[in-house]
Antibody, heavy 121, light 106 residues
């Protein structure tokens, strides 16, 4: 059974960091890109970056360079997104999503359920 | 960065209607354009990729067209489950999404 399950909701203080996990099952993990996309309340979708677990290769959106770190554990088929120096503007639902291949490169055909992150003092 | 602009932001329609949503890219993206549907509290769902290719399991009342910088998503015979927000996304250079179009009941 194909599943993408993310970790639960987080509440963080400004200036702190958050780490969200994304566990996949029933699909190839190591050879597929996993992207992270966030959605602020009532807003649109924003791509943050991606990782291919097999090689550990990452690409980050310029906006998040230096503040986001993507990682993956092939043994547990789990990807992670670590976002530091949090501010209220980082309050959002964070999604992981599997990219398709070939004609679906950089297209997200399988999504996690989302992890709400609230940044508040 | 490639910017994506959708119009309209909100669209009011009735059951059975035909609706069209437009997405414009700030530079040519060939056919590297995807469309998603999102309902409240849920992740987006892929509908169309490479501008016009229907994702498996998506009803044929959804269709996409366009290339270069201008694209459209068309829904014919609008059904109750189609009332949602729709996003375009360029996949030419990483990923950028449009701001979304909410299809609401007239």
């Amino acid at each position: 059974q194909v599943q993408v399950v993310q970790s639960g909701a987080e509440v963080k203080k400004p200036g702190s960091s958050v780490k969200v996990s994304c566990k996949t099952s029933g699909v190839p993990f190591s050879s597929d890109f996993i992207s992270w996309v966030r959605q602020a309340p009532g807003q649109g979708l924003e791509w943050m970056g991606r990782i291919i677990p097999m090689f550990g290769t990452t690409n980050y959106a310029q906006k998040f360079q230096g503040r986001v770190t993507l990682s993956a554990d092939e043994s547990t088929t789990t990807a992670y997104m670590d976002l530091s120096s949090l501010s209220s503007e980082d309050t959002a639902v964070y999604y992981c999503a599997r990219e398709g291949r070939q004609d679906k490169a950089m297209v997200f055909d399988l999504w996690g359920q989302g992890t709400p992150v609230t940044v508040s003092s | 960065d490639i910017q994506m602009t959708q119009s309209p932001s909100t669209l009011s329609a009735s059951l059975g209607d035909r609706v069209t949503i437009t997405c414009r890219a700030s530079q040519s993206i060939s056919s590297w354009l995807a469309w998603y549907q999102q309902k409240p509290g849920k992740p987006p769902k892929l509908l169309i990729y490479k501008a016009s290719r229907l994702e498996s399991g998506v009803p044929s009342r959804f269709s996409g067209s366009g290339s270069g910088t201008e694209f459209t998503l068309t829904i014919i015979n609008l059904q109750p489950e189609d009332f949602a927000t729709y996003y375009c996304q360029q996949s030419n250079t990483y990923a950028t999404f449009g701001q979304g179009t909410k299809v609401e009941i007239k």
